[in-house]
């Protein structure tokens, strides 16, 4: 089990970097993660919603991910409010003393999922959450040394060093646990280390002598690493960037409160040429060549925020002057006429106004869509030609929706899209829709930017706008599972490869 001394330190890449390297090794490996909070989310083949750190986890490893990888998903709604997804389906929204009352009944599909991984797997590397040292929550854990107990397994603690204050870090984690929690705890995980290991040695030492534990390794910062994050901590240090030169492309990003599935435009930040901005107030997304509104959890209410900041009036005039703008899934209903929801499921407006530049309305109920799907380009628009798509065989666009409004079109609207098919079953299903001048459009699809013949399409189609030449072919965005084995290779360098067989009992 990797657990860490905070959030964000590292621990879901870890635990696919650890992954992918038992299955290198021969292994037959299987990631795990009892309690996931989280906005960024996945969809697996038979339709059921999990944490995408998880989804990513299974890829790692070779696998197909399956709801018991991550039977508790966690989706924040707003103000004290949160959506709990149990085995991938929405079950409860409850406030967190609800949720804490309601832990003990979660505890037994915890075990059950874990023991099924279990008998499929060879090894299963479990992901902690947060901290393991949140004394005010200790009594209530279904998440780090409940399930290190529950699976017997050695855990390995994770720091982040590039934040400071590791050492520190380490030593309060271990003091603050349970004499048999520490016991439990094998080994230490110095992560995202820049600079001359040969300084860090005293370190290590300190922490060696002071614990009585070993370092299992120190793994190095890696840049640019193209591996979604688990959750939105990671946008802070990618919010307020600068605006680029003129021989860049400038993609602005509205950072929704609630943003969700915001790794939809992490292809685009590793193409040349090309800034990729989070912006949170309406003079950060002047001059942008694109605009895209994301996806959200809490639509309405990001709706509203949208006004209130001023952000809403500049997408407004940015559309009516012309600009491109591309709404995904919740941007993409708040770029309608109409929200409606009479049951009450999302907020307590039973109807609000869109921003009125798409023509369609949306209608909230109780049914969550979650599909993993393939699409086709339905109309010719900045998406891309479908003539030209045509062209090439087998050229299907993979994506997934994760939503819970259907979506209704206006007369004689146009869709960009056309969902072919939905968790494996073929389907004929107009997605989205385009404004009258075509520089606004909007589609219930993640994923879809993935896609390398679509985002060079888009990015054409800027460049053109802009003036500017398409740069060297050879340049091309790294694959995930490249990204996986460079994880990989940089954890077989700075490990202790016998000390980590030895803990995983697989040497």
Avoid at 79 to 92: D, E, S
Avoid at 105 to 112: E, P, R, T, Y
Avoid at 172 to 200: C, H, M, Q, W, Y
Wanted: proline share 6%.
């Amino acid at each position: 089990m990797v657990q860490g001394t905070a959030s964000s330190v590292g621990k879901s890449l870890l635990v696919a970097g650890l992954c992918r390297l038992f299955r290198a090794d021969g292994v037959n490996v299987a990631p795990f993660k009892s309690q996931n909070m989280a906005l960024n989310s996945a969809v697996t083949p038979d339709g059921l919603e999990i944490g995408r750190a998880q989804a990513v986890q299974a890829e790692a490893a070779g696998l197909v991910p399956s709801v018991e990888m991550n039977p508790i998903l966690i989706k924040p709604e707003g103000p004290g409010r949160a959506q709990v997804v149990v085995m991938g389906r929405p079950a409860f929204s409850l406030s967190p003393a609800e949720y804490h009352a309601h832990k003990p009944k979660l505890q037994g599909i915890i075990a059950d999922c874990l023991a099924t991984l279990r008998r499929r797997h060879d090894l299963v590397i479990i992901e902690g959450a947060g901290s393991p040292a949140e004394v005010n929550l200790k009594d209530r854990d279904i998440v780090n040394m409940h399930v290190a107990r529950l699976a017997d397994a050695p855990v390995l603690l994770a720091g982040d060093i590039d934040r400071g204050g590791v050492f520190a870090a380490f030593v309060g984690t271990l003091e603050l646990l349970e004499p048999d929690e520490r016991e439990r705890v094998k080994a230490f995980v110095i992560n995202k280390f820049r600079g001359d290991l040969s300084l860090l040695e005293p370190g290590l030492d300190f922490l060696r002598q002071r614990t009585g534990k070993p370092v299992l390794g120190v793994v190095p910062y890696l840049s640019n690493l193209r591996i979604a994050d688990e959750d939105s901590l990671s946008l802070e240090s990618r919010t307020g960037r600068a605006r680029p030169g003129p021989e860049r492309l400038d993609i602005a990003v509205v950072g929704l409160p609630h943003i969700s599935n915001y790794d939809d435009v992490a292809a685009l930040e590793h193409e040349a040429g090309v800034s990729v901005r989070f912006a949170r107030s309406r003079d950060e997304l002047w001059g942008a060549d694109l605009l895209i509104l994301p996806g959200t959890k809490s639509t309405v209410a990001d709706l509203g925020w949208l006004r209130e900041t001023g952000i809403a009036q500049c997408i407004e005039q940015r559309a009516r002057a012309g600009g491109l703008v591309l709404g995904i899934c919740g941007g993409c209903q708040m770029l309608g006429e109409k929200i409606e929801d009479p049951e009450r499921v999302e907020s307590l407006e039973s109807c609000v106004a869109g921003l009125g530049l798409l023509g369609l309305s949306t209608r909230f109920g109780r049914d969550k869509t979650t599909a993993v799907l393939k699409a086709r380009l339905l109309e010719p628009c900045f998406l891309g030609d479908p003539v030209q798509a045509d062209e090439i065989p087998g050229y299907e666009i993979p994506g997934y929706e994760i939503h819970m409004g259907q979506v209704t079109l206006g007369a004689n609207v146009r869709s960009p899209l056309q969902i072919v098919s939905r968790n494996g079953t073929r389907a004929c299903v107009p997605d989205g829709a385009i404004s009258a001048g075509g520089n606004v459009i909007g589609t219930l699809i993640h994923g879809l930017l993935e896609h390398s013949a679509l985002r060079r399409s888009v990015l054409d189609a800027l460049r053109k706008q802009k003036g500017l030449a398409r740069p060297d072919a050879s340049t091309q965005v790294p694959s995930a599972q490249a990204e996986y084995d460079r994880l990989e290779a940089a954890l077989r360098q700075s490990l202790d490869l016998a000390l980590l067989r030895r803990l995983a009992r697989t040497g």
